[in-house]
């Protein structure tokens, strides 16, 4: 597994959608708002002291690309 930082707009993107593909057939799921969670991870508006530095990740993969935040 190689895992390297979302860092395009590309991966970016695929960060994104892939809690839509996890959860298309939960009709309970309410999706949050892309500027909510891209917001967790910018540091200007995470308050964390500096302790701890926000990594949105993602894992590619031969046939589909496994995202982590």
Known sequence: MHV???GD???RR???ELPV???KNEPNWIRPLDQDIEGVFD???TNSSGMV???AGCSL???APL???
């Open 4 to 6: 390297r930082e979302v």
């Open 9 to 11: 707009a590309q991966t």
């Open 14 to 16: 695929q960060f994104l």
């Open 21 to 23: 593909q996890l959860y």
């Open 43 to 45: 540091p200007k508006k």
């Open 53 to 55: 530095k926000p990594f």
């Open 61 to 63: 993969a031969t046939t």
């Open 67 to 69: 995202l982590a935040g």
